[in-house]
């Protein structure tokens, strides 16, 4: 199993990114992804949660109405477009799924967001 993220990099407050997680290993489209976050001195949290289809996504309440996630089963391929950022969001982004009872998260990538 593996994921990886791209997509990171430095966007000035207001701006727009999209981060891509691709994957193989996996039955990809029959599992539910989700992304977190971890900022410098913080915890890591949750920010959204898709279902297999990709009919279903789930947000904090920190991102919602910003972010959307989004699930390309036939690239095996994960999604998260992020508008309207702000500096908060500056954090290294992971991508997350279980397989097999195992939990397996991306090597993470990095988002800033300043002027």
């Known amino acids: 199993v593996q994921v990886v993220e791209s997509g990171g990099g430095l966007v000035q407050p207001g701006g727009s990114l999209r981060l891509s997680c691709a994957t193989s290993?996996?039955?990809?489209?029959?599992?539910?992804m989700s992304w977190y976050r971890q900022a410098p001195g913080k915890d890591r949290e949750w920010v959204s949660r898709?279902?297999?289809?990709?009919?279903?996504?789930n947000y904090a309440d920190s991102v919602k109405g910003r972010f959307t996630a989004s699930k390309d089963n036939a690239k095996k391929t994960m999604y998260l477009q992020m508008n309207s950022l702000m500096p908060a969001d500056t954090a290294v982004y992971y991508c997350?799924?279980?397989?097999?009872?195992?939990?397996?998260w991306g090597q993470g990538t990095q988002v800033t967001v300043s002027s």
């Open positions: 997350y799924t279980e397989v097999n009872g195992r939990t397996y």
């Open positions: 290993g996996f039955s990809f489209s029959s599992k539910f």
């Open positions: 898709i279902s297999s289809d990709g009919g279903v996504a």
